[in-house]
Every structure is written in C-alpha cells, then in structure tokens.
C-alpha cells in the first residue's frame, strides 16, 4: 500500500510535468513554428539569447514578454524604452553580421522585405536559427506575436496578448467601421510626397474607422503622389505622420491650400508614425486615435447634429 | 625599367600582404592579433574561427581582387582613350552594369543572379558603344570617348528611373549596391582568376602598350597594328571592369585614382604600370573595406564612400609634390 500510495502521485506530478510544456512543443520535445517565409524554425529549447533585426521586431519581442531575451537589434530600436540599452548590430539595411555572429544567438529574427535577404542567407549559412518575419495585415500581427512567444518560451503571455490586441481592434471596428465614410488621404511622407495603397496594413486601420482612402485603388503598396493630385481629390481629411514622434509641419503644411475642404474645416490631423507604421500592437493605440480624428472630422460637418 | 619594376615590386608586395592581414585582424568584433596564426593551427577558438574564416577572409579577397581588377582596367582605359580623365566606367560599363542590377533586385531575384544580371548589362553597354563608335568605319579614340559618355548619360537617366519607380524597402539595397558594398561578395575564386590571367597576359603585352600610350600615329610608324590592338584592350576592360562589378558593385574612383597616383610614383611605363594598378588597386579597395565596416561599427558604410576619402587625399599629395 505504501508502495502504491507513493507512486500515484509521483506519477501525476511527472504527468503534469510532461504536459505543462506539450502546450508549446511537439512530440520530441522541440519547439516548431512556420516563419512568414514558409520556413520551418526549429528550437530544442526555447530561446535565451535573441538578437531582433529590425526595430519593429524588438518591439514586439517585449511586447510579448521576451525583452529581456534580446541580446541584440538593429539601431532605432527605441520602444519601449529598456530597448535602447540593448547592444546594437548595425541598421536594418546594414547588418553587421560579425557582431550578431559574436553574440551566438539561438534565434535570430528578421524581417524580409527589410534586411538584405543574402546577409539573413548568410547568417543561416553560419549555422543560426533564424525566424523570417513579414507580418500582413492586423491578423499577421497577431499571428507573429504568437509564434515569436512560443519560440521564446513566453506563449502564454503572447497568446494573451495577441487575443487583446484582436479585441481591442475589433471593438473599434464594431463602434466605428460602419459609421458615415470619411474620404481621407493618408501621407506617409513628405519629399516625396507618398500615401498607401488598399492593401497597406494602415488601410486595414482606415477600414476599422470608417474612413475611405482616396488613393486606395492605386496599384503600388506605397504611391508616389503629385500634389495636383491631392487637392483635386480634395479629401475631407488629411492624416500624416511626420520626421519625429510630434512633428506635425508635413500635415500644417498643407494649410497654403485653403480652399481644400479639410483645411477649411480644420481636418489635419497628425498621428505618430510610430504608432501606424511598425507592424507591432501599438497599432492598436494609433488606430484608436485615427477613429476620434475621424470622428471629430464627421462632427465637424455641416449637417451633424 | 628593371629598377621601377623592382621598386614597385618591393613595395607594393608587401603591402599587399599587410592589407590582407590588416583586413583579417581588424573588424567590428575585437579578436586579438594573436588569434590570426592559431586560425591556422586550428587552435583558436570556433567563433574567432568562423568570423575570420567565414565572414572577414572571403570579404578581404574579393575586395583586393575587384580593386586590382578595376586598377588594371583604369590603366588600360587611360591608355586606349590616351585621357586622363579615363577611368573604367567612363564608357558607359558602371551604366549598364547597374541597370542590369538594379532590375534584377526590382525582380526580387537573388545577389548571384543580381551579380550576373550586372554582368550582362555591362556586356551590353560594351557592345553598344562598340557597334556604336564602329559606326561607318572611321575610328579615333576621341569618338570612342564621346560615343561612351553619351551612353553613360543614357544609362544614368535609367538608373534615375528605376530609382523613382522602385518599391520603398528596395532603395536602401540598391543605393548601397550602387556606392559599392563588398558585404555580399562570397566567392572571389573567379574574380582572382581573371585578376592573374589578365596581369600574367599584360606582362608580354606591355612593350606594345608603351607605344600605343604614345599615339597611334607613332605606334602604327613603329608596326603595332593598331586597332586591333585598341579593340582587344577595349574588349579586355570591359571583361575587367564587369568582373569586379559583379562582386563589389558600382565602386567608383579606384580605376582612375591608381594608376595616375603609380605614374607619378614609378612613372609611365605599361610593364610596370599595370601590374602594379592589380596590386595598389587591390589594397586600396581592401583597406577602404576594412574601414567601411569598423570605421563606425556596428554601423556599416558602402566601401565606395571610404575609397574616395582614402583616395583623395594621397593622390592631391603625390600631384602636389610632383610639380
């Protein structure tokens, strides 16, 4: 009897311990995800030491709750602030792969259409497990978040988050997407003048908030515009990110045009482009703010009560 | 001859070597000069291993090859055109190399196919401006120039082109590709092949040069056959020049700067002057390169903003000194 009544519980105590880690591994014990490239990234154990290649990156790496596993990233990895200590290895478009060599990550992650695909080669040439990120739309966002945790051993945290960052999105849009459309033009730059297209993730934003992009049919991701073209689409707002984080003179500037309806009814509004254009869950913030700009914009019209 | 010849030799050599060893020992990861020989012993340890053998050596060697190689062609371009301004690109090749690159990368296909795409570009402003400056017969090297210049302002109006239409995220890879980045070169096997044969056939070659560097007048006086010989040294560049191209990009000034800096040094001789172009060619891409990714690491430069700022600066001191 003694003999059995020490087993049973032996047993289920190396039960639960086989199963508490099954949550984020496969039958042998290793952690498997399919990167947005399509590849297998494979990890015995979840990673320690992650060096970020992309600014984005290393935010959704703490956003997820494995920033104090980054041990590397690209410069102007500034948010949330703990980031900017992490050592830097060169600039997204100029990695320097001797020094994340010198850092023996266990993963790497880059990110595809921003890193040089022969240097992100290169690195898995050298024998680095490397995670290919190329997030599209919210749901990508989303998705990443999930399979970086579960490749950092923080899955828990990343699925939970990746769920709020949802919610949150979808309460926006079932308060605001099907309220009056607001015809907007959304400038990602200055000189040149630039907008996005229908399938840029700020479209999916501008969705959400009912608005309606005049240049969402064109067929680049990232249209080069003429002003011309601008004021004869004669938006009734004008949204734009700016040089910083609180630099509204791109969106002022637009005020010389003042028989423009979104000048005459005071509908230029800045919004940090850290908050629209990194493909991390702050992008949640930024859409929420974009959906009261909006709304102030619907308010502003003549016939609102 | 013979004691320019060896004087050149005696230097140049030499400090072949130390640019190397200089490219080897010195990155943006501190390794201890001590490390470099227990490399080669196999006791160092595997990180310092990889990184010098993997990352840093093939990086040094097809610097120093595409720096030799554009070296030579700058040479022999100086002598065809008999221009000083004459470098290897001036007629057109950089051009056409880069347009051939640029849409490859707008393809999204990979740095080897970037490589050749540059390749075949180059080929082809060769063969324009050749059929071009043929033309109905008469031939003078002045319209060799012209013929080049104006398909080189053709090619530039391209690249500005591609440049304006090209997605966002592609313009950081190829304005790097068009300053010269020598971070994507991984096999300079072939570029130190061309680099040998052309330096071992221009050696017996250079006797015919010297004339030629005098005029074609003098040269066809003294029986050189002169337009054969001009074509093959067209010809020749032109292979040179999209050698190095395809390993290290559009780099500029090291083909102009060379060997004027070794004509004021050694003076105008071709059996000194070009093999000599290989070699300070060759340290000067390498020891810009070395400076391009520590200079201010982590951070890394195209190696062709580093090459005119090493460049410069010697070359306006060897002129300054020679008046």
Redesign the interface.
């Known amino acids: 009897m003694l003999y059995r009544s020490t087993l049973l519980p032996a047993l289920l105590a190396a039960g639960a311990l086989l199963l508490s880690p099954a949550a984020n591994a496969d039958d042998n014990g290793s952690i498997s995800v399919t990167d947005d490239t399509d590849r297998e990234v494979r990890l015995d154990t979840p990673a320690e030491r992650i060096v970020s290649l992309a600014p984005h990156i290393t935010e959704v790496l703490f956003a997820i709750g494995a920033g104090d596993r980054v041990i590397g990233a690209t410069d102007h990895s500034d948010y949330p602030e703990e980031a900017s200590n992490i050592p830097r290895i060169g600039g997204y478009t100029s990695l320097d792969l001797e020094r994340i060599l010198a850092k023996e990550p266990d993963l790497v992650v880059a990110w595809d259409s921003g890193n040089s695909r022969s240097h992100v080669e290169r690195l898995r040439e050298l024998g680095l497990t490397v995670y290919t990120s190329e997030p599209r739309g919210f749901d990508g966002v989303a998705s990443s978040m999930e399979r970086m945790a579960k490749l950092a051993g923080t899955g828990d945290q990343g699925r939970a988050e990746a769920e709020r960052f949802l919610d949150e999105i979808e309460a926006l849009r079932q308060k605001y997407a099907d309220r009056e459309p607001v015809p907007l033009f959304y400038q990602v730059w200055d000189q040149p003048l630039m907008t996005v297209n229908d399938d840029h993730l700020i479209a999916e934003a501008i969705a959400v908030c009912g608005g309606e992009n005049v240049f969402g049919h064109l067929d680049r991701l990232v249209p080069r515009m003429d002003r011309e073209a601008v004021i004869e689409a004669d938006p009734e707002v004008i949204i734009g990110g700016g040089m910083g984080e609180d630099d509204p003179t791109w969106v002022e500037d637009w005020r010389q045009w003042d028989n423009m309806l979104a000048v005459r009814r005071d509908n230029l509004f800045f919004l940090p482009p850290s908050l629209l254009q990194r493909h991390t869950p702050r992008i949640a913030e930024g859409t929420a703010m974009m959906c009261e700009e909006l709304q102030n914009a619907r308010d502003r019209r003549p016939d609102s009560p | 001859m013979t004691r320019s010849f060896l004087l050149a030799a005696g230097v140049l050599l030499p400090a072949s070597l130390l640019s190397l060893v200089v490219a080897l020992a010195w990155?943006?990861?501190a390794i201890p000069l001590g490390e470099l020989p227990r490399v080669l012993t196999g006791e160092a340890s595997a990180?310092h291993a990889?990184?010098i053998t993997?990352?840093?050596l093939p990086r040094a060697l097809a610097a120093f090859a595409a720096g030799g190689l554009l070296g030579v062609a700058g040479a022999l371009m100086q002598v065809l055109l008999r221009n000083p301004l004459a470098d290897p690109y001036v007629l057109g090749l950089s051009g056409g190399a880069s347009v051939g690159a640029l849409l490859a990368m707008l393809a999204g296909l990979?740095?080897f196919s970037v490589s050749a795409a540059a390749f075949a570009g180059a080929m082809l402003s060769t063969l324009i401006v050749f059929g071009l400056a043929h033309g109905t017969g008469s031939w003078t090297a002045t319209r060799l120039l012209l013929t080049g210049v104006v398909v080189a302002a053709g090619w530039g109006a391209l690249i500005s082109f591609l440049l304006?239409v090209s997605?966002?995220?592609e313009l950081?890879?190829m304005l790097?590709w068009l300053m010269g980045d020598v971070?994507?070169a991984?096999h300079p096997g072939p570029a130190w092949g061309v680099l040998v044969f052309v330096v071992l056939a221009a050696l017996p070659l250079g006797r015919t040069l010297n004339v030629l560097a005098r005029g074609p007048m003098q040269a066809a006086s003294l029986g050189v056959s002169v337009r054969p010989v001009e074509w093959s040294i067209y010809i020749a560049a032109s292979l040179i020049t999209a050698t190095a191209v395809t390993q290290v990009g559009a780099v500029g000034f090291v083909g102009l700067i060379v060997p004027h800096m070794l004509r004021l040094v050694f003076g105008n001789d071709q059996r000194v002057i070009l093999p000599a172009s290989a070699l300070a060619g060759g340290i000067l891409l390498t020891l810009a390169d070395t400076l391009a990714?520590t200079i201010i690491?982590?951070?890394?430069?195209p190696v062709g903003v580093i090459t005119a700022m090493l460049g410069v600066p010697v070359f306006l001191f060897l002129l300054y000194r020679s008046r």
């Not at chain 2, 690491?297 to 430069?301: I, K, R, V």
Request: charged share 20%; glycine share 8%.
């Open positions: 990155g943006s990861v990180l990889t990184l993997e990352l840093r990979s740095m304006a997605p966002t995220e950081p890879g790097y971070s994507h991984r990714r690491a982590p951070e890394q430069l």
